[in-house]
């Protein structure tokens, strides 16, 4: 890239962050002292505004960056992220949208602490939920390393670490400054901006094959170097029986995961009744819809306009396969419109990563402040204690939970951040969504089976993401000279999600402590006709 070029792609980089921080001090001149105000921005969003903001939510690095990635080097078997992170949206709409927003107020733990005992159940939450949300966030700066590294033609891992160091202050400043009401408008900004990236280039990939698809995905197999097995299932998870359980534990976490998803469960709390949110889901879906399928043209675009081994020699993951494309999809690395077309897509992208790191924290610090916070400072409050103001604490845990990711993200640089997403899908399935079904639908279920439910999804899944080939013994791995991975699959799902609703079950069945019927009443009748709802 030459110099006026990447000079021009800095100018377009900086009018990102320059807006994003005009929309976060224009939100910051609002009273942000209250939690509702902080953490929902005063449930005075519209279905249609909240429907762009979860889509922009949702519509993250890893899909604009790492599915295009997966599929231009495994073609078929990358689509799985595609169709998994789509059909997810069913489950939240048919069994999550409308019922967590008539039982909560701001996070996961309020639907599940509604009937049960709230200290133990809101730490439980609280834990699952940061933890969750750093892993997410992992995914995000390692999107952001490699889009900032192919931009300044830099192979060194520098320009990765400063990037993601710069994404992690930026986060701190939007969510601390801002609040919700920030936050909503730049994903609002960030969703319109990407719909309209990705269907420009989708649009340029059809017009080079004349709109013919076959002739896309003729191409698209013949430059991947795999012949017609590149349109077939098993070049990613074939082969070994490891392979093909990794598929359906990764199919399993990407449907399930998303109605665990804290930064996604805290949108349906910015409208005011439970019908708008069942409505943002609607518009939420159409959106997310449209996009998966640009993904997927964009990813066999990518293979038959560049080649997977180019796309692979760029980032071994590859992340940047859609910066790539739109070089060539300009007129050449060389041309002027190649240039062009690549700064805008880097901005576009680069507002899409800095968009979704703001939900990610919000989320993650209103658990810190919302939940593990008040759980103890009621405590300390009996004793005497004032404590700080429960927002104070938010806008710390946000400093806080950014430079845990920071640190984790500098770890992960070289992993695929389409896969990094799905590890933190299969945490969410195992250790947020059995509780909240159960805490929904399962009259008998007590506090003992509530927290169970958490910890033995959680723990589970973390321990076999450290013993997996992830962490250790394969050359892709965190730590690629060691080897202590003794659980063969790369994604905890399989085994993670089927051992949180056991737990779940287990510590109800054993417990001594009988359900609230009376609470379990109250829940249902508010879950369903949303009075009584906040």
């Known amino acids: 890239m030459t110099d006026d070029h990447r000079t021009l792609t800095l100018l377009l ?36 505004e909240n429907g762009f903001a979860i889509a922009g939510d949702y519509m993250s690095a890893a899909s604009f960056l790492g599915i295009s990635g997966v599929i231009a080097l495994f073609g078929y078997d990358g689509i799985l992220y595609a169709v998994g992170f789509l059909v997810a949206w069913l489950v939240v709409l048919l069994l999550v949208a409308e019922l967590v927003r008539n039982c909560g107020r701001f996070t996961l733990a309020d639907v599940v602490a509604a009937r049960m005992r709230e200290r133990p159940v809101r730490i439980a939450s609280g834990i699952s939920s940061v933890t969750v949300s750093v892993l997410y966030l992992v995914a995000q700066m390692v999107g952001a390393g490699s889009l900032v590294a192919l931009l300044l033609g830099s192979g060194s891992g520098q320009a990765r670490s400063w990037t993601v160091i710069g994404v992690g202050a930026l986060m701190i400043v939007y969510v601390s400054c801002g609040g919700m009401r920030a936050t909503t408008w730049i994903q609002i900004v960030k969703a319109v901006l990407l719909l309209g990236g990705a269907l420009s280039l989708t649009v340029l990939v059809l017009l080079r094959f004349g709109g013919d698809v076959g002739a896309l995905l003729s191409s698209a197999a013949e430059g991947s170097g795999h012949g017609r097995d590149f349109l077939a299932p098993g070049l990613r998870y074939g082969g070994e029986w490891t392979h093909r359980l990794d598929f359906i534990s990764l199919g399993l976490a990407l449907v399930l995961g998303t109605a665990g998803l804290p930064h996604i469960l805290s949108r349906f709390y910015t409208v005011p009744t439970a019908r708008a949110a069942r409505r943002s889901v609607v518009w939420s879906i159409g959106l997310i819809g449209g996009f998966y399928l640009m993904t997927v043209v964009l990813g066999f675009g990518a293979a038959a306009l560049l080649g997977s081994d180019a796309v692979r020699a760029s980032d071994p993951a590859g992340n940047t396969a859609v910066p790539l494309l739109s070089l060539e999809l300009g007129g050449g690395a060389e041309s002027a419109g190649g240039q062009a077309l690549f700064a805008i897509v880097a901005a576009i992208a680069f507002a899409t990563i800095l968009a979704v790191v703001a939900g990610i924290t919000l989320a993650s610090s209103a658990s810190v402040a919302h939940d593990l916070y008040a759980s103890f400072s009621r405590r300390a409050r009996s004793g005497g204690g004032k404590g700080w103001s429960e927002v104070g604490v938010a806008r710390v845990a ?7 990711a920071v640190g984790l993200g500098l770890l992960a640089q070289q992993l695929n951040v389409a896969f990094l997403v799905g590890l933190a899908f299969a945490v969410a399935a195992a250790a947020n969504l059995p509780v909240l079904l159960y805490a929904l639908f399962w009259r008998r279920f007590t506090t003992r089976g509530a927290v169970w439910s958490v910890y033995g999804g959680l723990i589970p899944a973390i321990a076999l993401v450290v013993l997996s080939p992830v962490v250790s013994g394969a050359p892709g791995a965190l730590f690629p000279h060691a080897d202590f991975a003794v659980f063969p699959l790369e994604n905890p799902g399989l085994v993670a999600i089927p051992l949180g609703f056991l737990a779940g079950w287990l510590g109800t069945v054993t417990s001594r402590e009988a359900a609230d019927e009376a609470k379990h009443a109250e829940t249902e009748v508010r879950s369903l006709t949303g009075a009584g709802a906040v």
């Open 13 to 48: 980089f900086s009018a990102v962050i320059a807006v994003t921080l005009a929309i976060t001090s224009w939100a910051g001149r609002r009273r942000q002292g209250s939690p509702v105000e902080f953490y929902a921005g005063g449930r005075l969003f519209s279905p249609m």
């Open 398 to 404: 946000a400093a806080v939970v950014g430079a845990a």
